[in-house]
């Protein structure tokens, strides 16, 4: 685990999952997800399905 990885759970799903602030997993999905008010971090699947809709959308 990373020094600086916090666990957190997924507002979506209820996952569980690590996030860091330097070398997260999300760094190698496209940064195309604006960051939401008051909204936490998504898991990786959780994550991945909002960016593939969003490639859809505009796609």
Not at 37 to 50: A, F, P, Q, T
């Given at each position: 685990m990373n020094t600086n990885e916090r666990?957190?759970?997924?507002?979506r799903c209820g996952t569980e999952f690590g996030c860091c602030t330097e070398n997260c997993?999300?760094?190698e999905l496209p940064n195309i997800m604006p960051l939401v008010?008051?909204?936490?971090?998504?898991?990786?699947?959780?994550?991945?399905?909002?960016i593939?809709?969003?490639v859809e959308q505009v796609g």
């Open positions: 666990k957190k759970i997924c507002p997993w999300c760094s008010h008051n909204e936490d971090c998504l898991c990786y699947d959780c994550l991945k399905m909002e593939d809709k969003k």
